[in-house]
């Protein structure tokens, strides 16, 4: 149910490391620039974000700060050729979670994104909750008047995308880029498909969420 952003220039460097975090079981977008990065992280939600520090258009330590002064605190480790106890330690106080030298063994970065998944810094995002319904994405379902309904992968980063906007709608681009993120190509209807799957699904286990269609805007979860 995780899905990493990679901000990484070096093709082949991208390549490895997104193939380890897939076989891993965790999705992974990849980005070589800190301005793509950017964009990427405000149109969907990722569990952590890997940043390296030379890049085409500054130090990646300029994008972890920016996240940080705007209150976004997704889980970071920096990725970087400089080993100097000075780079690691600017990489911390930056806002970096984690820390790791090239070159290094794609088992350990596994291990590491791993960890700063476990430990999540905001704690309420964990199992969100609204109106009647509460999501367990680590284990992929909802839940709601004592009923538990399965939700596959896409349908999950749906609903967790409506809910941390409490009602408000969100734009269809969002819901795709959160569904099957920025590189998986999908069919045009494949968020209809995914929208009438979890209605149905509500309705199973008797909310009273509904997912209205806001004409022109996008869609919203509202209560009643």
Known sequence: MYRVLLLEDHDR??????QALDNAGLACD?????????????????????????????DGLDLVRRLRTDRQFIPCLMLTARDALHDRVDGLEAGADDYLSKPFPMSELVARVRALLRRPPIQVALNPSWGDVRLIPEQGVMLCNNYTCPLARAEMQIMLTLFRNEGSPVRRSTLDAAAWGLQEAVTPNALDVALHRIRRKLTDIGSNLRINNVRGVGYAAIEG
């Not at 460097?13 to 997104?18: D, I």
């Not at 990849?30 to 890049?55: K, P």
Request: negative net charge; charged residues 25%.
């Open 13 to 18: 460097l991208a390549a490895l490391v997104r």
């Open 30 to 58: 990849t980005v070589e620039r800190a301005n793509l990065a950017w964009e990427a992280l405000q149109t969907m939600d990722y569990s952590c974000i890997i940043v390296d520090r030379g890049l085409p258009d500054g």
